[in-house]
């Protein structure tokens, strides 16, 4: 069956950097894949989709790369602020009309 | 445009009780799906309702069902709760592939 992974548990990183997160998964590629943020005791926030013949997404400061070759997504966040705090999930979905798979997520902390 | 609803946010129930959470999705959104969130187990697809049809199912016992009205809002019920049950239920509208999650419901089981 699928296996989806998240970097670390937990990611710590200094306010201004660049937080990078990744979503490896493993078998056939997903037709879609999305990453979503999430704050404790909330539902999860849509913020970026890529399609799997798509490389690269950008939306403000998100960044988010899709590698079908390595069956890896990247997500950036640049300029990081202590706000950016928050659980980060990818979510795939391999057809149309299927339903989405979630990742076990990453929770990042931006530090001042 | 109002964001998804759910009600209500917080329920305790005991063992063998059956329990009915609601779902109204953003205005012309016609699909809903519902997971369950746990610690342990992460966010776990429950199932898909697109237009008053079940489309889609996930790895659950029979005790948890759904149903979704003609105005697209949605239900979910689930009958002889285990201890297991306790978990954050989240219900989210779709239009295309962008999915949109509401606060969820909290339900507790004693």
């Known amino acids: 069956s699928q296996k989806i992974e998240q970097n670390s548990e937990a990611l710590n990183i200094q306010e201004g950097k660049t937080a990078t997160l990744t979503c490896n998964y493993t078998?056939?590629?997903?037709?879609?894949l999305q990453w979503y943020r999430q704050d404790p005791g909330r539902g999860p926030v849509f913020l970026l989709l890529?399609?799997?013949?798509?490389k690269e997404k950008r939306k403000e400061r998100l960044k988010v790369t899709f590698d079908t070759t390595l069956k890896q997504s990247l997500f950036h966040i640049t300029a990081s602020q202590p706000a950016d705090s928050a659980t980060y999930l990818c979510?795939?979905?391999?057809?149309?009309?299927?339903?989405?798979?979630f990742g076990p997520g990453t929770r990042l902390s931006v530090l001042p | 445009k109002a964001g998804v609803t759910q009600t209500p946010r917080y329920l305790i129930k005991t063992r063998g009780q059956q329990v009915t959470l609601s779902c109204s999705p953003i205005s012309g959104h016609r699909s809903v799906s519902w997971y369950q969130q746990t610690p342990g187990q992460g966010l776990q697809f429950l199932f898909e309702y697109f237009s008053e049809t079940q489309r889609n199912k996930g790895n659950f016992p029979g005790r948890f069902s759904g149903r979704q009205f003609s105005n697209s809002r949605s239900e979910m019920n689930v009958s002889t709760l285990e201890l297991g049950d306790s978990a954050l239920y989240l219900c989210a509208s779709s239009l295309g592939q962008s999915q949109f999650f509401g606060p969820g419901t909290r339900l507790t089981v004693l």
């Open positions: 979510a795939l979905r391999y057809n149309y009309g299927q339903n989405f798979v």
């Open positions: 890529i399609r799997e013949n798509e």
């Open positions: 078998n056939y590629s997903p037709a879609y």
